[in-house]
């Protein structure tokens, strides 16, 4: 039997001088590790999609959503300006779309200016593709679109609702409410466009979504699973929460709502209750989102025009009887405090680094030039204005909310190009 040597036996000789045999070698070695090399690369490369590209593949992870400009550079939607185009705007008419909001549709309730229907977005560098509802639901089939937040983004979801409803033939759509979720079904495509409410995004006391109006606020910034098991399983999910986070302090509750006397209460400045909620939310998304499965998007700041000083109007008016846009490139009013979208942008480019992308809507500065967008007096929220109240628009103008057809579409067109150019699964 042989008698295996001591590894100190062993004597390898090195090649201490250029040989032909060592050369040669080499020349194998160096060869063999390129073509390996190569098949790697060209493994990476096919293995994100079928036709090489693999952004249409999936959804998050590490999809590019940057959409190209006129000369192949990247173009941001969120920067340009608004022209009048009353050949091609509305995208639909307020009395077609089957489950407008009263609290929106301001022709039904006395405007008689439509002229904020037929302002189009104009990005600087490139176009904005023009809203394919057809495509946008095929895209959308066997998947759910989930918007989750506020009454703005009820908004944004009423807004597309009525945007694809026209694709849709009569008798395959379908409107469903169950609590604080409510289901538009486009059943030829067994897609849905859903909308659930959720103010704060994290658990409060204003979280029932008719009897909300409550004078003292409460939220527990480090609860959000009462609200979160709804979304779960979405494909593409819309988030905001600004409106109801402005005030100098939130009162915090750690503890549950079941059993107050047993938690903690404290007054926390509003940013930093803000941050706590946004982690909360980022946390959730980290261990519950596949980046592969699920688009993820959030909404900045809606701005409010309750303040005609900010745009050197008459003091102590509003956007009530406004009919033309501000034309001061860059102006920025009062009402958007940019403390909490730095707070979500922090959020989000943590994500980022851990391997989650949330893409932001950023549309803020686009919406500060349309005062005269807003319902003002021509809404229903619950009851219609008396007739002292459309008197007194001062005090009862809605200058927060949004007309449609009207801004919010653009946000849609945005949003759907978004979701059209990243691909779904």
């Not at 250029?18 to 690369?41: D, E, K, M, N």
């Not at 089939?141 to 945007?163: H, P, T």
């Not at 897609?191 to 959720?198: L, M, N, R, S, V």
């Not at 686009?366 to 007096?377: D, F, G, I, T």
């Amino acid at each position: 039997m042989a008698v295996k040597p001591h590894p100190q036996q062993i004597n390898v000789k090195p090649c201490a001088t250029w040989s032909v045999r060592c050369g040669v070698h080499y020349l194998i070695i160096a060869g063999f590790i390129t073509v390996v090399l190569a098949l790697v690369l060209a493994a990476f490369r096919a293995g994100g999609s079928g036709d090489g590209s693999a952004s249409r593949d999936h959804c998050g992870g590490g999809v590019s959503f940057e959409p190209l400009g006129e000369e192949g550079g990247g173009c941001d939607w969120f920067d340009g300006k608004w022209v009048f185009d009353e050949e091609s705007y509305p995208l639909y008419r307020e009395e077609e779309c089957s489950f407008m909001s009263d609290q929106l549709a301001c022709e039904k309730f006395g405007r008689s200016d439509l002229s904020y229907r037929n302002w189009r977005w104009q990005p600087r560098r490139c176009d904005l593709p023009r809203f394919n509802g057809t495509g946008l639901l095929e895209r959308l089939r066997n998947k759910r679109l989930v918007y989750v937040g506020d009454s703005l983004n009820r908004g944004q979801w009423v807004s597309m609702v009525c945007l694809v409803e026209k694709s849709i033939p009569a008798g395959l759509k379908s409107m469903r409410t169950n609590g604080s979720l409510i289901t538009f079904t486009a059943i030829g495509y067994n897609a849905t466009i859903e909308f659930y409410w959720a103010p704060l995004l994290v658990e409060s006391n204003s979280d029932d979504p008719v009897n909300h109006r409550i004078p003292e606020r409460i939220v527990r910034v480090q609860a959000i699973e009462k609200h979160a098991r709804h979304w779960t399983g979405a494909h593409v999910l819309v988030f905001d929460t600004y409106l109801w986070w402005l005030r100098p302090e939130m009162k915090v509750l750690w503890g549950s709502f079941e059993n107050p006397d047993g938690g903690i209460f404290k007054d926390v400045e509003m940013t930093r209750a803000y941050e706590l909620a946004m982690q909360t939310w980022a946390n959730w998304l980290e261990l519950h989102i596949d980046p592969f499965k699920t688009l993820l998007f959030f909404v900045s700041m809606s701005p409010t025009h309750q303040r005609a000083e900010d745009w050197d109007g008459k003091p102590g008016q509003n956007c009530y009887n406004e009919t033309g846009l501000i034309s001061k490139e860059g102006y920025w009013g009062s009402g958007s405090d940019t403390r909490l979208m730095q707070i979500v942008q922090g959020t989000i480019a943590a994500l980022k680094r851990r391997g989650l992308n949330v893409q932001m809507l950023n549309i803020t500065q686009l919406s500060e030039y349309r005062k005269e967008a807003h319902p003002s007096v021509y809404r229903k929220q619950w009851e219609p204005l008396t007739e002292d109240q459309v008197s007194n628009p001062s005090s009862y103008a809605d200058c927060i909310h949004w007309c449609l057809p009207g801004v919010p579409d653009v946000w849609n067109e945005i949003l759907s190009a978004y979701i059209l150019l990243s691909g779904t699964q």
